[in-house]
């Protein structure tokens, strides 16, 4: 079966560092989009990072992660990861892994990871 698992939340210190690591799984033919999400209590989910495999490829972040968070692919692997720097209270939250991931010859579906906590407090 097809998931997609996460890795690397825990407990931070503001200013502090951490990576988080999405690796897909199962029968795939190929991934298109991968991303990162987080959801905090009361709070929608909302778009943290997320990289294209199209053409000249295409990264997106949200503004409040900007020029602290990076993310990149090892598609050889399967693999998204999200670097994470200069970390604030804010940025606390459940991180998911988020996939569109082609199952079937020319079937596509997203997919979700069940998520990893990652927690900055000092």
């Known amino acids: 079966q097809v998931q997609l698992v996460e890795s690397g939340g825990e407990l931070v210190q503001p200013g502090g560092s951490l990576r988080l690591s999405c690796a897909a799984s199962g029968s795939i033919f190929s991934i298109s989009t991968m991303g990162w999400y987080r959801q905090a209590p009361g709070k929608e989910r909302e778009l943290v990072a997320d990289s294209t495999s199209t053409s000249g490829g295409s990264t997106t972040y949200a503004d409040s992660v900007k020029g602290r968070f990076t993310i990149s692919r090892d598609n050889a692997k399967n693999t998204v990861y999200l670097q994470m720097n200069s970390l604030k209270s804010e940025d606390t939250g459940v991180y998911y892994c988020?996939?569109?991931?082609?199952?079937?010859?020319?079937?596509?579906?997203?997919?979700w990871g069940k998520g990893t906590q990652v927690t900055v407090t000092s």
């Open positions: 988020h996939g569109v991931l082609e199952v079937l010859k020319n079937t596509w579906a997203n997919y």
